[in-house]
């Protein structure tokens, strides 16, 4: 099992002066600690359980281009990107940016977005959900032609695009892999994963077991049939949401629980940093967590 470390609090002894230099070291830590993708949330506004507004929150893209230049083999995406925070065509060429920038190491994450606060804050439009899901599925439909050799136009009921040129293309070839967020609640959200994307995410913890993401697996494997999707070429990915100290007992109590999630199809899970020491708690989490980790 791949591992992954998301990173959701900014609210670091001595910021805002030292926040460069702790994402700096955040970056060299996963690198050194073995870990295959390192994740941003993508918000506006702090979410309340983490404080709120009042809380410090970085811009996703802007600090995964600051990360593409302090680490050089792991895996840049956010977790995900919001389809109401940026227009597509910008999307597109945002994550194509990062990808070209960092030697081919973007992967673009996005989902249905949901908190109302910050685009009521800052002014962002926020349709109803129905409306939200057109949206997405009109984005992946941009991004996937802009990643294409077609730059012709797109005319869609929501964005309306004439010409998609997108030069220079991605390094990643044919594009960027794409994963679709969400709870899976959905069946929306998974029938956009087995048409558009290369990999899904659950959330997992407390009340989301095995048995639980298996079932959401399942009714991703039979869009996947109906689509005519490779259900085994998606990366099933899940996102720990219970606090995890990295000692080694609790580390490898931690691995014994991932092999029932491994046994179910899942193949990465990502893990947020708790404390006010992400580096520490990183370097922690690959001594003690990771290599179990690869031997599921």
Request: proline fraction near 7%.
């Amino acid at each position: 099992m791949k591992a992954g470390v998301h990173i959701v609090n900014f609210d670091l002894p001595g910021w805002p002066d030292s926040l460069a230099s702790t994402i700096a070291d955040v970056g060299r830590a996963v690198e050194g600690a073995g870990v295959d993708n390192l994740s941003l949330m993508d918000h506006y506004f702090q979410m309340e359980p983490f404080g709120g507004p009042e809380k410090p929150m970085l811009e996703g893209y802007t600090t995964l281009g600051f990360l593409a230049a302090h680490t050089s083999t792991v895996e840049l995406q956010l977790l995900v990107t919001g389809v109401t925070y940026r227009h597509p065509g910008l999307l597109a060429k945002i994550v194509t940016t990062l990808d070209v920038l960092s030697g081919g190491r973007a992967m673009l994450g996005i989902g249905a977005a949901w908190y109302d606060r910050e685009h009521l804050g800052l002014g962002v439009p926020f349709p109803p959900v129905a409306e939200r899901f057109e949206r997405l599925e009109e984005t992946l439909q941009i991004v996937r032609q802009m990643w294409s050799d077609d730059n012709g136009p797109y005319d869609g009921q929501h964005y309306r695009l004439a010409e998609t040129f997108n030069v220079p293309q991605s390094i990643t070839r044919p594009h960027p892999p794409i994963m679709i967020g969400g709870t899976g609640e959905k069946k929306t959200t998974l029938r956009l994963v087995a048409a558009y994307a290369d990999a899904c995410n659950f959330f997992a913890g407390p009340g989301a077991g095995p048995a639980e993401i298996r079932a959401k697996l399942d009714v991703l494997a039979a869009h996947c049939e109906r689509e005519g999707t490779d259900y085994e070429a998606i990366r099933r990915t899940i996102l720990w949401t219970a606090p995890l100290d990295p000692t080694p007992a609790e580390g490898a109590a931690f691995v014994e629980l991932m092999a029932g999630f491994a046994a179910v199809g899942v193949e990465e899970v990502r893990i947020m940093p708790t404390g006010d020491d992400p580096v520490g708690w990183i370097s922690r989490f690959g001594e003690n967590v990771v290599p179990g980790l690869r031997e599921l």
